[in-house]
């Protein structure tokens, strides 16, 4: 039986991986294949065994990182013995997470066992010099979006295009009426739909983005609420993950005390369903930024990280915008307001912005839509595709040793 290791570090990483293990339940000589390693709910629904849990991996930044770098470590140097040894796989396959990925395949790959990687790192915005690493890491790799691969080209280094799974989740048109009225349900609200103004409110997925962010969030809110005066106004937040209700709820409560009346909702998930019911989103930078821009919203940008984690961050980057939307259409489409910009004047004045320009929010509609056409490929069939091929190929390589 075949056997494919697999680290996913974050969510995101989770979200993305889970369709291509359903993908290779559907090629014939891969319906046996042993999947394993570190991953989330996704990808072990699909059949993984989690051999360890991956919130170990999920930090940003390098100041919260180092918090957890002997963890970290510790973590990954087990997991390098482990597949050096009893869980030696036919093929290593790293789904984002860098850092710690690509040290882990590095020293698979030296030791012969082929090694891929899903979801290029920011190469084309920061650190480019880790070029060098993946040449030496990476046997190929898969890369989400389309001027990734020219930059592999040329410094010789096999990659595919797959395209983004979200834009083959998410329609080319979204259904607003029917996302509210299916809100409104989930709210319990008697109306059948949510009248008036939709704002979505996406805070990250993080403790440290709840902790830095969140709270700007929420005096956004409150001042928007302030100067919508007399308008229906909901704001839907989707919580990702439960560990971050709590803070979440302490947020609310005090929002509630300063505002009875303001209508903030808080939703398990259903980052989705909240998107698509949005008029305008307030989010934190991140692959969520992606999704609303599927979902052809606009939206602010905005995200604040610790002052060293900024100072190191600024004099890596050359590209001058953070948000995925902008880096992927090449220039600013939609506003970024980070670190001392990252104030709740200046982001309801964004927000308000949106409101007050139906011609710009067309114009921008129609700019997501051809970046969705480009994006959306079969990604999941593609990346097991991948996957297959270099196990056959291995194969066949042991078989002409011996």
Not at 9 to 29: V, Y
Not at 77 to 101: Q, S, T
Not at 129 to 136: D, E, M, N
Not at 206 to 212: D, F
Request: include cysteine; hydrophobic fraction near 45%; proline fraction near 7%.
């Amino acid at each position: 039986m075949p056997k494919l290791a697999c680290v996913a570090g974050e969510p995101s990483g989770d979200l993305l991986a889970a369709p291509a293990l359903s993908a290779l339940n559907q090629i014939p000589d891969m319906s046996g294949l042993d999947v394993y390693g570190i991953g989330g709910p996704r990808m072990q629904a699909e059949g993984m065994d989690l051999v360890w849990p991956m919130e170990t991996l999920s930090v940003r930044g390098y100041v919260e990182a180092i918090k957890q770098l002997p963890a970290i470590l510790k973590l990954r140097k087990e997991l390098i013995a482990h597949l050096l040894g009893e869980g030696r796989p036919d093929v290593y396959l790293g789904i984002d997470a860098p850092d710690f990925n690509l040290g882990v395949e590095l020293q698979l790959r030296k030791a012969g066992i082929p090694t891929l990687h899903f979801v290029s790192p920011s190469i084309w915005a920061w650190r480019a010099g880790r070029i060098k690493k993946i040449a030496q890491a990476v046997e190929r790799m898969l890369c989400i979006f389309p001027f990734e691969t020219e930059i592999y080209d040329r410094t010789g280094i096999a990659s595919t295009y797959v395209g983004h799974p979200l834009a083959s989740d998410i329609p080319l048109e979204p259904n607003t009426g029917t996302a509210r009225e299916k809100m409104a349900k989930t709210l319990n609200i008697g109306s059948g739909s949510l009248d008036g103004l939709v704002i979505a409110v996406l805070p990250g997925s993080r403790s440290s983005e709840i902790e830095l962010i969140a709270p700007i969030f929420f005096e956004t809110m409150q001042l928007l609420t302030e100067k919508l005066k007399g308008q229906k106004l909901h704001f839907l937040i989707p919580v990702a993950t439960p560990r971050l209700h709590a803070p979440l709820e302490q947020l609310l409560l005090k929002a509630k005390n300063l505002n009875p009346d303001i209508q903030i909702h808080l939703l398990d998930g259903m980052a989705d369903e909240v998107l698509e019911a949005s008029d305008v989103v307030l989010i934190a930078s991140g692959t969520a930024t992606l999704q609303a821009a599927l979902w052809k919203k606009p939206m602010v940008i905005s995200y604040k990280v610790p002052w060293l984690t900024a100072q190191i961050m600024k004099r890596q980057g050359y590209l001058p915008y953070v948000g995925l939307p902008n880096i992927l259409c090449g220039e600013f489409v939609v506003p970024e307001l980070l670190q001392d910009e990252a104030t709740p004047e200046k982001l309801a004045m964004a927000i308000l912005g949106w409101l007050e320009s139906p011609v710009k929010v067309a114009q921008l509609k129609a700019r997501f839509t051809q970046m969705h056409e480009t994006l959306r490929r079969p990604t999941g069939l593609l990346v097991a595709q991948a996957i297959s091929q270099t196990i056959a190929s291995a194969s066949k390589m042991q078989r002409s040793a011996q």
